[in-house]
């Protein structure tokens, strides 16, 4: 696999991000570089961007233990756990299988899998090949209408975002579709044990808010953040959005529901 590493203190876990559907580390790379002392770790999945395709597709709990071998390869005992949109569920999975090993949990922009409130058909449909990764005028077009937020205002920041994205290929992208078909964290949220926030933008077209808000009303020890942003609020708001997590992840009373 691809493997990126941004190096920070030692004296806490580590960050494990999981990134969204069709999406190379690269994109993370403004939110990496806005962390101030918290090391992380991401990769891309099998069939996406450096990672070659894999002979097979997978589940959710393949990847879940995919990467608990990369942790355990890179001798961390303990990690904290995020997820952006399609890797939320991940995410969830990961903090599911590997309890002991997941401190905490930061779910953004993401929904309980395949039982959610699901955005409009318009919205779905040009989510479903990977054409805004490979051809940069489409993904200009629909940028606005996918992603929200200041992507509605402000088109220099797709011109940026495009110029990262790379190595999506169509079967890539369909194992991950596949992945989550059928998916759902809804029978067993009530289960996790690990303090968690959620980050939701106020304006995004693609994972509506209410998704949010039940991730943390079944969650035990879960928090919900609204952001004033879109679905990338991480690409386009990278130091609010790192600030507020390593606060999280930092605080000894996280795990007080709110």
Partial sequence: MRVALKHGVASRPPLLLFNGIGANWELARP???ALTDTTAIIFDVPGIGGSPM??????????????AELVGELCHSEIDVAGVSWGGGIAQQFAHQY????????LAA???GAIM???????????????????????????PQIYGGAFRNDPSLIGLHASAMHGASNMGY????????GWTSLPWLWLLPQPTLVL?????????????RILAWLIPKARLRLIDDGHLFMVTRPKETAAMIEAFLA????????
């Fill in 99 to 106: 309890p002991r090993v997941c401190r905490r949990l930061v």
């Fill in 174 to 181: 369909l194992y991950q579709l596949l992945a989550m078909t």
């Fill in 110 to 112: 993401t929904s309980p």
């Fill in 54 to 67: 894999p002979s097979i597709p997978y589940r959710p709990s393949n990847l879940a233990r995919l990467a």
């Fill in 251 to 258: 605080d000894e009373s996280a795990g007080r529901r709110e």
């Fill in 31 to 33: 939110f990496l570089e």
């Fill in 200 to 212: 939701m933008g106020s304006d995004d077209p693609l994972v509506p808010v209410i998704n949010g």
């Fill in 117 to 143: 409130v699901p955005a409009r058909l318009s919205v779905l449909w040009k989510m479903a090949t990977p054409r805004r990764y490979t051809d940069k005028d489409y993904m200009s077009s629909v940028a």
